[in-house]
């Protein structure tokens, strides 16, 4: 079984920043890529942004040039650092591991963390 922990979410005002965590842990093989999703109140759960196993990283339009996600190998975590926090932005923030090759069945699976808040409010 594979685990997702996140943290790091919390209140911040508007220009301010968090930074989100995505610890994997568990076994498996390798990870095709990270997803951090969100999902605001009484909207559908929204893909914010990716990052491959090799490295290359996408964001939704709303969020470029704002959020930066990265990865460390050695720790299996990923981040997603939030700067210039608007109140749009408000939302649970969920951390996806797609195309997990699970051991010892190198079976393919997606997983999800249990999401942690972000509010950002004055």
């Known amino acids: 079984q594979v685990r997702l922990e996140e943290s790091g979410g919390g209140l911040v005002q508007p220009g301010g920043s968090l930074r989100l965590s995505c610890a994997a842990s568990g076994g498996f093989f390798s990870i095709e890529a990270i997803n951090w999703y969100r999902q605001a109140p009484g909207k559908q759960r929204a893909l914010v942004a990716t990052?491959?196993?090799?490295?290359?990283?996408t964001y939704v339009d709303s969020v470029k040039g704002r959020f930066a996600i990265s990865r460390d190998y050695a720790k299996n975590t990923v981040y997603l650092q939030m700067n210039d926090l608007e109140l749009e932005d408000t939302a649970v923030y969920y951390c996806n591991a797609a195309g997990v090759v699970v051991l010892p069945t190198f079976r393919r699976s997606d997983f999800w963390g249990q999401g942690t808040q972000v509010t950002v409010s004055s």
């Open positions: 990052i491959t196993n090799s490295g290359d990283t």
